[in-house]
């Protein structure tokens, strides 16, 4: 396995999904992360599984399986002297600093990047918010349901017009801008490494989402008028659709040039007859027929179950893809290739899968180093490897500065 930030150390002063799922990825590719949690509470992402938000959920914390893998977790006040005396000893030798904190939270807690950088001028700053950092929403808290999938316009677009708005599904903003956040801070390890000068980088829930749905933003802004929504039922092109299989299971065809494919597609599903159908036999003919093609098609690919359709395309050129769930993605070929899934056991023995960042390296896939640890797990740890004394940890932890 590659480990391209081998010997990089990253401290993330952040709670929640986006920002800690940068700090996963960055992981993935080798770097060191400690993850400072207050020495009570700890990450409040850990209480969303045991709160009762995921009926029957037991065992595998399968949130922070998925986000704190790899890491390590120190417990520290950072309200108190004490605590910010623990915390820049730390910032001493880090190369990257992470957080989600806001502007007043950060001026407060005296962590803000000119507070950093007094201790250490080559950290490489990294931030990541709701809305941007400027403006009157730039103090103002956001999660990606809000920020990202609200306000970006990614609900409104994938939403039938004239429907309430969809939901998004857990994180899905989240773990796309943590992804955004990571590419920023390998930039800004590049300009160190030639400059010698670290930069602030700034990731905004708002602006990946701007970025996500830049098409549809760019093209209402150049003709001042908005692309179609989601649509049920509108089918411009009747292999650029999504059908459903004999078994009731859904599969997607995607092939855009319409002409180039429909010969291919016509006969890899065995349906050479509509190739000398005279209705049909014109380019012309052809897309004034597309609502009865789209018929024939919709109707042709319910005699097979979609496991008999995808043996049948995977045999051609076509372009093509299953609708699948969440518990089929374990099972694709492509996934299990490309080892996009790793394996994980918890300190009790409970094993299941997390998902790895999708940045390969040399062609090899990545594996869990570690597994999630407990809030404050490695608190002795760090703070000796950090050159403090047990004195110093007794008193901190009598006084609860640290767990």
């Known amino acids: 396995m590659t480990s391209v930030l081998g010997g990089v150390r990253l401290i993330e002063v952040a709670d929640w999904g986006f920002v800690p799922s940068a700090a996963a990825a960055i992981s993935d590719w080798g770097a060191e992360v400690i993850k400072i949690e207050h020495p009570v509470y700890g990450d409040p992402m850990r209480g969303l599984i045991t709160s009762g938000l995921i009926p029957g959920a037991s065992g595998i914390n ?66 990541g918010h709701g809305q941007g950092q400027k403006g009157p929403d730039a103090d103002k808290g956001g999660y990606d349901g809000c920020s990202f999938w609200a306000r970006g316009a990614v609900a409104n677009r994938l939403s039938p017009p004239g429907e309430q708005p969809i939901t998004q599904r857990p994180a899905f903003g989240d773990f796309i801008s943590g992804m955004f956040t990571a590419g920023g801070i390998a930039a800004a390890l590049f300009r160190r490494e030639r400059t010698g000068e670290g930069c602030e980088v700034d990731v905004s829930l708002l602006a990946a989402a701007c970025w996500v749905m830049s098409p549809d933003i760019v093209a209402a802004m150049t003709y001042g008028f908005e692309l179609p929504q989601a649509m049920r039922g ?87 893809a299953p609708v699948a769930s ?40 990545f594996a869990v180093r570690s597994r999630a640890p407990e809030a404050g797990e490695h608190t002795e740890e760090i703070l000796l490897e950090a050159g403090f004394g047990w004195d110093d940890i007794g008193r901190w932890k009598e006084a609860g500065v640290i767990s």
């Open 62 to 127: 399968f949130f922070m399986a998925q986000i704190a893998r790899n890491k390590k977790s120190i417990g520290i006040d950072l309200n108190t002297d004490d605590g910010r005396k623990i915390l820049y000893r730390l910032v001493e030798k880090a190369d990257i600093f992470l957080t989600n904190y806001l502007p007043s939270a950060r001026q407060k807690l005296k962590i803000d990047v000119d507070d950093i950088r007094r201790v250490n001028p080559r950290i490489i700053y990294a931030k």
């Open 234 to 320: 509108m089918v411009p092109n009747p292999i650029v659709n999504t059908y459903e299989c004999k078994d009731g299971k859904y599969l997607t065809l995607m092939m855009l040039q319409f002409e180039r494919f429909w010969a291919l597609f016509a006969r890899t599903v065995g349906r050479e007859d509509w190739l000398a159908n005279p209705q049909w036999d014109t380019p012309e003919k052809r897309k004034a027929a597309t609502p009865w093609i789209v018929e024939a098609v919709a109707e042709h690919m319910k005699t097979r179950e979609r496991s008999q359709w995808e043996e049948i395309l995977r045999a051609s050129d076509c372009i093509w």
């Open 326 to 365: 969440p518990l089929e993605i374990q099972h694709d070929p492509q996934v299990i290739a490309n080892g996009y899934l790793m394996d994980y056991e918890d300190g009790q023995g409970n094993k299941t899968k997390v998902c790895s960042s999708p940045v390969q390296f040399d062609g090899e896939p």
